[in-house]
């Protein structure tokens, strides 16, 4: 298998705002917020759905993959209902291998709502349900080790079981590749995000608000600088200022699609380092690599939802 991506296996609900809500709610544009399963329902109650479809960060990234005609697999935990039977089937519809085994379990499948406001960005408020109780049994070395990359997602890093699985997918893969995720993650595990960036990862992705973070810096060209130093391959995404990669000491990068009509950012990251890591298992150049992650990034913030 070329990409195995592990991540929490959310399924979307997808819902159209006005800047008010989000104020009334006392959220944050443009970030993710975690809440339980009755603040997720009370939120709701209040919205109408434009759509449900099985999601999560690396999920959609894999998709992504998959469209593009390239073998790859997710592990990600749901429970045995009907959610989660919606998950599995919807990676299955698009050839991925689902390859972890639905149990019943005590949560159900986690949900996450994405509210799109008038200026086309999206603000996530996420129950993770059965997701977040990934642990290091649903994490097959066999599955790692035969995979030349394993994708990860910084939303999976938090304390207990999630991060041993982390930790177990780390310690056992050829390659591993993963995304900062969101700003609430940065700022959440800044010192053991670096420490992963500097010490355990091949290929990160990472905005350039999230970038900025992490690494304590406000000038983005002082940031550049720094991040050559660690010998990395860092991706940086950019928006209108299109994307810049940095592969051990330089730096390659490419412009943003221009005229775009743009109806929703969910997924540009996701689809953008989808095509990235195409052309990296494909023996593209790292700018053939950039091109096509801007391709395909550009293709999603067009439609509603982050599956094209």
């Known amino acids: ?31 993710m917020k975690l ?3 009755i603040e997720f329902k009370t939120l709701l109650s209040s919205l109408t759905i434009e759509q449900t479809i099985s999601g999560g960060s690396v999920a959609n990234s894999i998709v992504g993959l998959s469209q593009l005609g390239n073998n790859v697999g997710f592990i990600g935990k ?8 919606k998950y599995e089937d919807g990676l299955l519809k698009e050839n991925v291998k689902y390859l972890y085994s639905k149990k019943n379990e005590s949560i159900a499948t986690g949900t ?4 799109i406001t008038p200026d086309s960005e999206r603000t996530m408020c996420t129950f993770l349900g059965t997701a977040g109780k990934i642990n290091e049994n649903d994490i097959d070395i066999k599955t790692i080790k035969s995979s030349d990359i394993t994708f990860l997602e910084g939303y999976l890093w938090d304390e ?7 930790e177990k997918a780390i310690n056992n893969s050829n390659k591993v590749a993963m995304s900062l995720s969101d700003l609430f993650c940065v700022e959440r595990h800044k010192d053991q995000f670096f420490d992963l960036v500097r010490n355990k990862l091949d290929i990160i992705f ?10 304590e810096n406000t000038s983005f060209d002082n940031t550049i600088s720094f991040l050559k130093s660690l010998n990395k391959n860092i991706v940086i995404t950019r928006g209108e200022k299109g994307a810049v990669a940095i592969y051990k000491n330089e730096v390659f990068e490419c412009d943003a699609k221009k005229d775009l009509k743009i109806i929703d950012l969910t997924g540009a990251g ?15 150049s790292i700018k053939e690599s950039l091109i096509k992650g801007t391709e ?13």
């Open 270 to 284: 996701d689809l953008f380092a989808a095509g990235y890591l195409h052309g990296m298992i494909n023996k593209m």
């Open 160 to 166: 207990g079981d999630p991060k041993k699985a982390f």
């Open 78 to 85: 749901v429970n045995n209902d009907e959610l989660g039977q």
């Open 296 to 308: 395909l990034s550009s293709k999603i913030i067009q439609k509603i939802g982050a599956r094209i």
């Open 35 to 37: 809440i339980n399963e």
């Open 112 to 115: 996450c709502l994405i509210l």
């Open 206 to 215: 990472a905005n350039e608000q999230e970038i900025l973070s992490l690494v």
């Open 1 to 31: 298998m070329k990409i195995l991506g592990i991540g929490n296996a959310i399924v979307d609900v997808i819902c159209k705002v006005d800047d008010s809500f989000i104020e009334q709610n006392n959220l944050t544009k443009s970030t």
